[in-house]
């Protein structure tokens, strides 16, 4: 397996063309609890359940520093103890390696979270 979350987000052009269906596949294989949605324009996303509201508020806050330390943007949707990351990327309206890089890495942040002992 292809560890993901090693590997820095590119830059994208609008010259780049979305992934296939097999290399969409191959890169969904390394992750765990994403779903993929291959409707007009590919995604994925994952639901993540948090403790409480300011949990989930400090899991999204370190998802932006992150995503703006990528250059490569989720859409985030909040909702009490919920946290829905969808990953696409947008020039390309489909998907590409940099969203399944994202993916693992806000996975690590995640797990991270989970394992504080002080959320700040």
């Not at 010259?15 to 992750?31: A, G, H, R």
């Not at 291959?38 to 520093?65: G, L, P, S």
């Amino acid at each position: 397996m292809e560890d993901l979350a090693v590997k820095r987000c590119i830059p994208c052009s609008k010259e780049m063309i979305p992934l296939s269906d097999k290399q969409e596949n191959d890169l969904f294989n390394n992750l765990t609890g994403w779903m993929i949605n291959r409707k007009k324009i590919h995604t994925i996303h994952k639901i993540y359940k948090c403790t409480d509201f300011m949990e989930a508020m400090v899991f999204v806050n370190r998802v932006a520093e992150l995503s703006e330390d990528e250059g490569h943007h989720p859409d985030i949707y909040i909702s009490y103890q919920y946290v829905t990351i969808a990953l696409w990327t947008k020039k390309i309206f489909g998907l590409s390696e940099n969203d399944f890089i994202l993916a693992a890495k806000i996975d690590l942040l995640f797990d991270a979270l989970k394992h504080d002992q002080v959320i700040s």
